[in-house]
């Protein structure tokens, strides 16, 4: 039975040197604290926060099976695998709950291959561009969807 109040996020390829990488594009916040961010906007809204980083494919879709059944909603960063990973969609196109796909970066606004995820055709929605306070956003996103009220 799925347990209301668990939201997986879930981090993918190089997510884990945020903070020392690319910080002109993508901040110089550490994962740990998007993770703090997601968990406090979680807390507010009654929901839980369970957080997996890899840079291994197959753990991300396995994390997805495992989230089935179990898990309210799936937020995911899959880093470059949003634009190639058809095993991830089609994992995530057998959860049953809210799917949002989270970048910090706007992808759309960059290189030529970054503009097609293959993830986008199976998320509920896309939160992308805000840095770190798309984490906020994609827990409270899910939080409405879900019907939680605010506390
Ligand atoms: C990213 C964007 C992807 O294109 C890139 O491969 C990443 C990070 C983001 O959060 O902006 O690793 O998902």
């Not at 055709?121 to 798309?134: H, N, Y």
């Given at each position: 039975?799925?347990?209301?109040?668990?939201?997986?996020?879930?981090?993918?390829?190089?997510?884990?040197?945020?903070?020392?990488?690319?910080?002109?594009?993508?901040?110089?916040?550490?994962?740990?604290?998007?993770?703090?961010?997601?968990?406090?906007?979680?807390?507010?809204?009654?929901?839980?926060?369970?957080?997996?980083?890899?840079?291994?494919?197959?753990?991300?879709?396995?994390a997805?099976?495992?989230?089935?059944?179990?898990?309210?909603?799936?937020?995911?960063?899959?880093?470059?695998l949003?634009?190639?990973?058809?095993?991830?969609?089609?994992?995530?196109?057998?959860?049953?709950?809210?799917?949002?796909?989270?970048?910090?970066?706007?992808?759309?606004?960059?290189?030529?291959?970054?503009r097609?995820?293959?993830?986008?055709?199976?998320?509920?929605?896309?939160?992308?561009?805000?840095?770190?306070?798309?984490y906020?956003?994609?827990?409270?996103?899910?939080?409405?969807?879900?019907?939680?009220?605010?506390?």
């Open positions: 039975m799925t347990d209301r109040s668990i939201v997986l996020v879930l981090s993918g390829p190089n997510l884990n040197l945020l903070g020392d990488r690319q910080p002109d594009v993508y901040g110089t916040e550490t994962l740990a604290d998007h993770v703090a961010t997601a968990e406090g906007a979680a807390a507010r809204h009654g929901l839980v926060v369970e957080h997996l980083q890899s840079n291994h494919e197959g753990d991300l879709v396995e997805v099976h495992a989230a089935r059944g179990r898990c309210a909603a799936v937020i995911v960063n899959p880093g470059a949003t634009h190639y990973s058809w095993a991830l969609h089609d994992a995530l196109a057998a959860f049953d709950g809210p799917v949002v796909e989270l970048h910090l970066s706007n992808p759309a606004a960059r290189d030529e291959w970054r097609t995820s293959v993830v986008a055709p199976v998320a509920t929605g896309t939160i992308a561009g805000f840095g770190g306070d798309g906020r956003l994609a827990v409270e996103a899910v939080a409405r969807l879900l019907g939680s009220t605010a506390t």
